[in-house]
Protein backbone atom coordinates (compact mmCIF):
# COMPACT_ATOMS: atom_id res chain seq x y z
CA UNK A 1 0.00 0.00 0.00
CA UNK A 2 1.42 3.19 -0.59
CA UNK A 3 2.09 5.75 1.75
CA UNK A 4 1.02 9.07 3.04
CA UNK A 5 2.90 11.81 4.65
CA UNK A 6 1.44 14.60 6.64
CA UNK A 7 2.23 17.19 9.38
CA UNK A 8 1.77 16.15 12.81
CA UNK A 9 0.14 19.07 13.60
CA UNK A 10 -1.52 22.71 12.54
CA UNK A 11 -3.11 25.58 14.09
CA UNK A 12 -5.66 28.05 12.75
CA UNK A 13 -7.99 30.65 13.62
CA UNK A 14 -11.30 30.39 13.47
CA UNK A 15 -13.12 31.56 10.46
CA UNK A 16 -10.38 31.84 8.43
CA UNK A 17 -9.44 29.31 5.88
CA UNK A 18 -6.98 25.99 6.64
CA UNK A 19 -5.05 24.26 3.78
CA UNK A 20 -4.04 20.98 5.37
CA UNK A 21 -1.46 19.30 3.11
CA UNK A 22 -0.53 15.33 2.17
CA UNK A 23 2.02 13.74 0.09
CA UNK A 24 1.99 10.52 -1.75
CA UNK A 25 5.04 10.54 -3.86
CA UNK A 26 4.36 6.93 -4.35
CA UNK A 27 0.69 7.08 -5.45
CA UNK A 28 0.03 4.65 -8.40
CA UNK A 29 -2.99 5.44 -11.19
CA UNK A 30 -5.11 3.68 -9.72
CA UNK A 31 -5.06 5.07 -5.77
CA UNK A 32 -7.98 7.20 -4.63
CA UNK A 33 -7.11 10.08 -2.45
CA UNK A 34 -9.38 9.84 0.42
CA UNK A 35 -9.75 12.64 3.83
CA UNK A 36 -11.24 11.37 7.07
CA UNK A 37 -11.49 13.23 10.52
CA UNK A 38 -11.52 11.96 13.68
CA UNK A 39 -12.97 14.49 16.38
CA UNK A 40 -12.15 13.97 19.96
CA UNK A 41 -13.85 10.62 21.96
CA UNK A 42 -15.65 9.94 18.30
CA UNK A 43 -15.16 7.50 15.28
CA UNK A 44 -13.30 8.88 12.24
CA UNK A 45 -15.97 9.97 9.60
CA UNK A 46 -15.51 10.61 5.98
CA UNK A 47 -14.79 13.76 5.01
CA UNK A 48 -13.87 13.78 0.94
CA UNK A 49 -12.07 11.89 -1.61
CA UNK A 50 -10.63 12.15 -5.39
CA UNK A 51 -9.02 10.64 -8.07
CA UNK A 52 -7.41 13.26 -10.51
CA UNK A 53 -9.78 16.04 -10.38
CA UNK A 54 -10.72 18.96 -7.54
CA UNK A 55 -13.53 17.82 -5.45
CA UNK A 56 -15.81 20.51 -3.40
CA UNK A 57 -18.63 19.05 -0.47
CA UNK A 58 -20.30 20.65 1.69
CA UNK A 59 -17.48 20.14 4.21
CA UNK A 60 -14.14 21.34 2.73
CA UNK A 61 -12.54 21.23 -0.75
CA UNK A 62 -9.75 18.55 -2.28
CA UNK A 63 -7.19 20.61 -4.53
CA UNK A 64 -5.10 17.50 -6.00
CA UNK A 65 -1.87 18.32 -7.83
CA UNK A 66 -1.53 17.78 -11.79
CA UNK A 67 1.27 14.95 -11.22
CA UNK A 68 -1.03 13.06 -7.98
CA UNK A 69 2.13 13.05 -5.99
CA UNK A 70 0.43 15.34 -2.93
CA UNK A 71 -2.87 16.86 -2.17
CA UNK A 72 -4.32 19.63 -0.13
CA UNK A 73 -7.27 19.18 2.10
CA UNK A 74 -9.36 22.80 2.36
CA UNK A 75 -11.63 23.87 5.00
CA UNK A 76 -12.95 26.96 3.92
CA UNK A 77 -13.88 28.83 7.18
CA UNK A 78 -12.60 27.04 10.38
CA UNK A 79 -14.72 26.48 13.14
CA UNK A 80 -13.90 25.53 16.32
CA UNK A 81 -15.94 21.78 15.65
CA UNK A 82 -13.71 21.60 13.21
CA UNK A 83 -10.77 20.51 15.20
CA UNK A 84 -9.83 17.03 14.71
CA UNK A 85 -7.29 14.57 13.88
CA UNK A 86 -7.19 15.04 9.91
CA UNK A 87 -6.14 11.25 8.01
CA UNK A 88 -5.17 11.23 4.28
CA UNK A 89 -5.19 7.94 2.74
CA UNK A 90 -5.01 6.43 -0.13
CA UNK A 91 -7.33 3.21 -1.77
CA UNK A 92 -6.60 1.54 -4.55
CA UNK A 93 -9.53 1.30 -6.82
CA UNK A 94 -8.79 -2.29 -7.60
CA UNK A 95 -9.37 -3.12 -3.93
CA UNK A 96 -12.90 -4.81 -3.74
CA UNK A 97 -12.65 -4.51 0.03
CA UNK A 98 -12.43 -0.87 0.68
CA UNK A 99 -9.82 -1.40 2.53
CA UNK A 100 -8.29 1.75 4.54
CA UNK A 101 -4.65 2.28 6.03
CA UNK A 102 -4.54 5.05 7.76
CA UNK A 103 -1.17 7.18 8.89
CA UNK A 104 -0.48 9.07 11.82
CA UNK A 105 -2.73 12.18 10.21
CA UNK A 106 -2.66 15.64 11.58
CA UNK A 107 -4.22 17.03 14.30
CA UNK A 108 -5.68 20.68 13.60
CA UNK A 109 -6.04 23.21 16.36
CA UNK A 110 -8.32 25.89 15.90
CA UNK A 111 -8.18 28.82 18.21
CA UNK A 112 -10.81 31.39 18.71
CA UNK B 1 -30.21 6.26 9.32
CA UNK B 2 -26.40 6.73 8.39
CA UNK B 3 -26.01 5.65 12.48
CA UNK B 4 -23.32 2.74 13.09
CA UNK B 5 -24.30 1.45 16.97
CA UNK B 6 -21.65 0.10 19.37
CA UNK B 7 -22.02 -1.55 22.78
CA UNK B 8 -21.21 -1.28 25.14
CA UNK B 9 -19.23 1.89 25.47
CA UNK B 10 -17.11 0.61 27.89
CA UNK B 11 -16.21 -2.64 28.98
CA UNK B 12 -13.62 -3.92 31.68
CA UNK B 13 -12.50 -7.51 31.68
CA UNK B 14 -10.29 -9.68 33.53
CA UNK B 15 -7.85 -12.29 31.24
CA UNK B 16 -9.61 -15.18 32.09
CA UNK B 17 -12.92 -13.63 31.31
CA UNK B 18 -14.88 -13.72 27.42
CA UNK B 19 -16.78 -11.29 26.53
CA UNK B 20 -18.46 -10.03 23.37
CA UNK B 21 -18.49 -6.15 21.76
CA UNK B 22 -21.66 -5.72 19.24
CA UNK B 23 -21.83 -3.68 16.32
CA UNK B 24 -25.06 -2.98 13.86
CA UNK B 25 -26.23 -1.08 11.15
CA UNK B 26 -29.59 -0.47 9.05
CA UNK B 27 -28.04 1.48 5.83
CA UNK B 28 -27.95 -1.83 3.86
CA UNK B 29 -23.88 -2.19 3.62
CA UNK B 30 -22.58 -5.46 2.69
CA UNK B 31 -18.85 -4.71 3.97
CA UNK B 32 -17.96 -4.25 7.68
CA UNK B 33 -14.75 -3.86 9.76
CA UNK B 34 -13.04 -3.87 12.72
CA UNK B 35 -10.22 -1.12 14.35
CA UNK B 36 -8.12 -0.90 17.19
CA UNK B 37 -7.16 2.15 18.35
CA UNK B 38 -4.77 2.48 20.95
CA UNK B 39 -4.18 6.30 22.75
CA UNK B 40 -2.99 8.88 20.34
CA UNK B 41 -2.42 6.38 17.89
CA UNK B 42 -4.23 5.87 13.96
CA UNK B 43 -7.02 3.06 13.73
CA UNK B 44 -5.84 -0.21 12.88
CA UNK B 45 -7.45 -2.27 10.53
CA UNK B 46 -8.28 -5.55 12.17
CA UNK B 47 -10.89 -7.75 10.14
CA UNK B 48 -13.28 -6.31 7.06
CA UNK B 49 -16.70 -8.57 6.37
CA UNK B 50 -18.10 -9.20 2.91
CA UNK B 51 -21.37 -10.55 2.10
CA UNK B 52 -21.05 -11.98 6.05
CA UNK B 53 -18.23 -13.37 5.05
CA UNK B 54 -14.13 -13.32 6.05
CA UNK B 55 -12.56 -11.56 3.62
CA UNK B 56 -9.28 -9.71 5.44
CA UNK B 57 -7.79 -11.09 8.67
CA UNK B 58 -4.68 -8.69 9.30
CA UNK B 59 -2.65 -11.42 11.36
CA UNK B 60 -4.94 -10.68 14.44
CA UNK B 61 -4.75 -13.17 17.33
CA UNK B 62 -6.64 -15.65 17.80
CA UNK B 63 -7.80 -14.66 20.64
CA UNK B 64 -10.14 -12.05 18.80
CA UNK B 65 -12.69 -13.73 17.04
CA UNK B 66 -14.87 -11.91 14.75
CA UNK B 67 -18.59 -12.95 13.82
CA UNK B 68 -21.03 -11.68 11.33
CA UNK B 69 -24.84 -13.45 12.11
CA UNK B 70 -26.16 -11.86 9.36
CA UNK B 71 -25.74 -8.43 7.13
CA UNK B 72 -26.53 -5.81 10.00
CA UNK B 73 -24.69 -7.18 12.57
CA UNK B 74 -20.89 -7.78 13.39
CA UNK B 75 -20.21 -9.18 16.73
CA UNK B 76 -16.26 -9.53 18.14
CA UNK B 77 -15.70 -12.09 20.66
CA UNK B 78 -12.88 -11.86 23.03
CA UNK B 79 -10.94 -14.37 25.34
CA UNK B 80 -7.86 -15.06 27.35
CA UNK B 81 -6.87 -10.93 26.54
CA UNK B 82 -3.58 -9.39 27.73
CA UNK B 83 -3.36 -5.58 29.03
CA UNK B 84 -2.10 -4.97 26.21
CA UNK B 85 -5.50 -5.23 24.03
CA UNK B 86 -6.76 -2.14 26.03
CA UNK B 87 -7.88 -0.14 23.49
CA UNK B 88 -10.50 1.66 21.88
CA UNK B 89 -12.41 -0.90 19.06
CA UNK B 90 -14.19 0.39 16.53
CA UNK B 91 -17.01 -0.94 14.04
CA UNK B 92 -17.60 0.92 10.36
CA UNK B 93 -19.33 -0.15 7.62
CA UNK B 94 -19.43 0.80 3.93
CA UNK B 95 -21.74 -0.11 0.69
CA UNK B 96 -19.43 -1.37 -2.52
CA UNK B 97 -18.59 1.23 -4.71
CA UNK B 98 -16.99 3.92 -6.13
CA UNK B 99 -16.53 5.69 -2.80
CA UNK B 100 -16.39 2.91 -0.17
CA UNK B 101 -17.24 6.00 2.22
CA UNK B 102 -16.91 4.10 5.67
CA UNK B 103 -19.23 5.09 8.47
CA UNK B 104 -17.64 4.64 12.19
CA UNK B 105 -19.59 3.72 15.09
CA UNK B 106 -18.17 5.92 18.51
CA UNK B 107 -16.41 2.72 19.84
CA UNK B 108 -16.12 0.53 22.74
CA UNK B 109 -13.49 1.21 24.87
CA UNK B 110 -11.61 -1.83 26.31
CA UNK B 111 -9.85 -2.01 29.20
CA UNK B 112 -8.25 -5.50 30.49
CA UNK B 113 -6.86 -6.15 33.93
Known amino acids: DAKTTQPNSMESNEEEPVHLPCNHS???????IHWYRQLPSQGPEYVIH???SNVNNRMASLAIAEDRKSSTLILHRATLRDAAVYYC?????????????FGQGTTLQVKP | DTEVTQTPKHLVMGMTNKKSLKCEQH?????MYWYKQKAKKPPELMFV???????INESVPSRFSPECPNSSLLNLHLHALQPEDSALYLC????????????FGPGTRLTVT
Open chain 1, 50 to 52: GLT
Open chain 2, 49 to 55: YSYEKLS
Open chain 1, 26 to 32: TISGTDY
Open chain 2, 92 to 103: ASSSYGQTYEQY
Open chain 1, 89 to 101: ILRRSSSNTGKLI
Open chain 2, 27 to 31: MGHRA
